[in-house]
């Protein structure tokens, strides 16, 4: 940085402040001009030029670098200044305009869509907040333009949406050699601020412990890999047990899904279900309730002698036989080591509870905690526990059970397959915990699905960033990558010379990696474009 002092043609001298760049394909540097401080015909100006000069050139080399590139010295120099997170606009934003640009709406729709879903992500919160931080975030949300686009996604859409993320979903397992050979099943409540009733919305017994609340059923189902298949809205006082072949005729109808096998909890299921799925010729592995089957069956389960060793840990042995029901479905019995000594510690915590209440003359002390298969209320209405019954529940530790319809039966390779149920309960988590999808404040049906649809977008681009990053060796949890994301920031200053400079704050150096794993395009560490506005 100098100072140099030009002569003019016209007698005059000017002042300038010069820098040194080097640029591409030039052997020396050249000069930019900092800033011109004028011009004069007199000694006794040209001092005073000369002091100005350099008092401005001592200022800058005390500010900070980004200063001394953007040319500011003072307020007057920036006309805005505004600082904000671009990380998951770069993850997300260029997700959905890779799944979901064929989305039958118009071209502003479909922009608001990518704004209200990214945000939905980015930080979840109702439709007023999200309008009113948006702008930290590099995007501009009205409140009003968002309940018009909700107004937007009729049926229809709503359709073409599920059906894009199936097939993109199908796509990503495609180019792994894979195909949709497991689903998985299982079913959450939602609750609304709210306690108005209607065809959707009702009172009924709540995963959330909100029976204060009117809620729904919603129903999902994903892959083994977690990726999203399709998910359905049931009336709330609707019992889980009967939405299951709704949800398999729809996706039966609408996909091409063959030879598949479901995955589902017990609570799903039932011998109307699992017979209608026999008919339907649609495999299963499920959960059994091994205390409810016939005496017979119990004993045959509980007779350790003809068992066989399917895995072996340092902590766990798990050993598993098979067992020919009445119906044609085949139970496989297993016993873990690790599960007896859990349901050992787990009732002896029970029992410690339920003492500090034995005492107790009011049946109001029996909260749900303390409802146990030994635990009963004497006539004097004190509580007690039933040692008969205490030793009954004590001979099932560690065993538990899975039935199944196929016909070549794996103990092991059964057992995994029912173990990957933890994917659409962790599905449920981070719709439940990071989309923050309930409460609901909408009391209008068709919002409700317009929310539901925008939270089940913002799930699926969630699922195919951690299919991508697993499948780059990249493991990292939804929450450490937003974590991430929340430290990729931009400064964006519109300058009095006319131009706008962009300046990528110092992200962490993860980062990197991720984006080239997801295919995203590394922002420059400094840029500048003529402001238009």
């Not at 030029?49 to 500011?72: D, F, G, R, T």
């Not at 879903?117 to 995007?139: C, L, N």
């Not at 919603?218 to 399709?230: C, F, N, Q, R, S």
């Not at 072949?245 to 096998?261: E, L, S, T």
């Amino acid at each position: 940085m100098f100072i140099r002092k030009k002569k003019n043609n016209s007698g005059s001298t000017s002042v300038l402040l010069l820098t040194g760049e080097r640029k591409p394909g030039k052997k020396h540097s050249v000069s930019r001009m900092i800033k011109n401080f004028g011009s004069v015909y007199d000694e006794h100006g040209l001092e005073k030029l000369m002091q100005q000069a350099e008092e401005y050139k001592q200022h800058l080399m005390l500010v900070s670098p980004k200063a001394m590139i953007l040319k500011i010295a003072s307020a007057r120099d920036i006309r805005s200044c505004a600082s904000f997170n671009t990380g998951f606009l770069d993850v997300y934003g260029k997700l959905f305009d890779d799944v979901f640009s064929k989305i039958n709406l118009k071209p502003h729709e479909l922009k608001k869509l990518h704004d209200v879903v990214v945000m939905r992500i980015a930080s979840p919160a109702s439709k007023r907040k999200t309008a009113m931080i948006s702008q930290e975030y590099g995007i501009e949300c009205g409140v009003d333009s968002i309940y018009k686009l909700m107004d937007q996604l009729i049926e229809d859409t709503i359709k073409q949406a599920k059906k894009i993320i199936y097939n993109y979903s199908t796509e990503l397992l495609s180019a792994q050699k894979e195909t949709i050979d497991v689903m998985f099943y299982d079913l959450t409540t939602v609750y609304f601020e709210t306690n108005s009733q209607d065809t959707l919305r009702d009172f009924g017994f709540s995963k959330d412990g909100k029976c204060q609340h009117v809620q729904i059923m919603l129903a999902v189902i994903v892959t083994k890999h977690g990726l999203p298949i399709d998910y359905e809205e049931f009336p709330g006082n609707c019992y889980e047990g009967h939405t299951l072949i709704p949800v398999i005729d729809k996706i039966k109808a609408h996909y091409q899904i063959d030879q598949v096998v479901l995955v589902a909890d017990s609570a799903l299921m039932n011998n109307i279900n699992l017979s209608t799925l026999t008919e339907k010729k649609i495999n299963y592995v499920v959960a059994a309730r091994i205390k409810n089957t016939k005496k017979e069956i119990q004993g045959n389960i509980l007779d350790q002698s003809d068992y066989k060793k399917i895995s072996s840990t340092q902590d766990d042995l798990i050993q598993a036989k098979t067992i020919s029901l009445p119906t044609g479905d085949t139970l496989i019995a297993f016993h873990s080591s690790k599960r007896a000594r859990k349901d050992e510690y787990d009732r002896q915590k029970d029992i410690e509870r339920i003492e500090k209440y034995i005492k107790s003359n009011t049946k109001s002390q029996l909260t749900s905690r303390l409802k146990k298969p030994y635990v009963t209320i004497s006539k004097a209405c004190e509580l007690e526990i039933d040692l008969e019954k205490l030793n009954h529940v004590k001979r099932f530790d560690g065993f538990f059970g899975i039935q199944t319809n196929l016909e070549k039966i794996n103990a092991k390779e059964i057992l995994n397959t029912y173990r990957g149920l933890w994917q659409v309960e962790k599905t449920f988590r981070i719709a439940k915990s990071n989309l923050e999808i309930r409460p609901v404040f909408h009391y209008n049906t068709n919002r409700i699905r317009a929310h539901f649809l925008m939270c089940y977008m913002s799930l699926s681009l969630i699922r195919y960033t951690e299919f991508q990053l697993r499948k780059n060796n990249l493991n990292y949890t939804i929450d450490q990558l937003h974590l991430l994301l929340d430290q990729m920031r931009l400064t964006r200053v519109h300058h009095s010379d006319n131009n706008v400079y962009t300046l990528l704050e110092d992200p962490p150096p993860e980062l990197a990696p991720i984006y080239q794993a997801l295919d995203i395009k590394w922002h420059k560490k400094f840029s500048h474009k003529p402001d238009l506005l």
